[in-house]
């Protein structure tokens, strides 16, 4: 069995600021991890993905997320946040015979 | 390379009515994945299916709902007699690969369901 827990159903942050979105999960096997974005009506986009190999993973507009075992953890995260990135962010679980499982999303708020 | 094509987009019925939502995944992809999405709440699971075959359906409802991905045309959600309680948008995502997603999935932008 697999979940996927997102803490915080909203983030705000100021433009300029570290961005930190929280994602812990649970797996019976090894995971493969992923954060999708979804821009307001539209679908969702791969971001970054985790499968094997080297724990910090890079994405797309500049966010980066570190698999970390010990902590069942997922974080995103971003340096500095651009108004651009104003969206809903979704962690999901999946390996082997299981369907993805999605959170329930965090929306971050980016303040000028 | 078009990516996946959900139509309609916006969809109003009635009570009662039908609904019928159609998805096309990405060239190259013989799997297909629908998703609900309800307000302030996540993505769920409804049906995995591959080309003339349901894999999975354990998260479709087992009334009203059904869905079909045949051999030629896009893939079908089927809703009927439409509830307000289906308001929801609706997500279809390919993938080249079953199960072990390793290259995540690709998702279409979605058909709004709201019910009048």
């Known amino acids: 069995a697999q979940s996927v827990t997102q803490l915080g159903s909203h983030v705000s942050v100021s433009e300029g600021a570290l961005v930190l979105l929280r994602c812990n999960y649970s797996?019976?096997?090894?995971?493969?991890l992923f954060w999708y974005v979804q821009y307001p009506n539209q679908g969702l986009q791969l971001l970054l993905k985790?499968?094997?190999?080297?724990?910090l993973v890079k994405g797309i507009n500049g966010f980066e997320a570190e698999f970390k075992k010990s902590e069942t953890s997922f974080h995103l995260t971003k340096p500095s946040a651009h108004m651009s990135d104003a969206a809903e962010y979704f962690c999901?679980?999946?390996?082997?015979?299981?369907?993805?499982?999605f959170g329930r999303g965090t929306s971050l708020i980016v303040h000028p | 390379n078009a990516g996946v094509m959900q139509n309609p987009r916006h969809l109003v019925r009635r009570r009662g009515q039908e609904a019928r939502l159609r998805c096309s995944p990405m060239?190259?992809?013989?799997?297909v994945y629908w998703y609900r999405q309800l307000p302030e709440e996540g993505l769920k699971f409804m049906v995995y299916?591959?080309?003339?075959?349901?894999?999975?359906e354990s998260g479709m409802p087992k009334e009203r709902f059904s869905a079909e991905f045949p051999k030629e045309g896009p893939s079908i959600l089927r809703i009927q007699q439409v509830v307000r309680g289906d308001s929801a948008a609706y997500f279809c995502?390919?993938?080249?690969?079953?199960?072990?997603?390793?290259?995540?999935?690709?998702f279409g932008s979605g058909t709004r369901l709201t019910v009048v």
């Open positions: 995502a390919s993938s080249e690969y079953g199960q072990d997603l390793i290259g995540g999935y690709t």
């Open positions: 797996s019976s096997v090894p995971p493969y």
């Open positions: 985790y499968t094997t190999g080297a724990t």
């Open positions: 999901a679980v999946s390996r082997g015979s299981y369907i993805p499982t």
């Open positions: 060239k190259g992809h013989s799997h």
């Open positions: 299916l591959q080309k003339e075959n349901i894999i999975d």
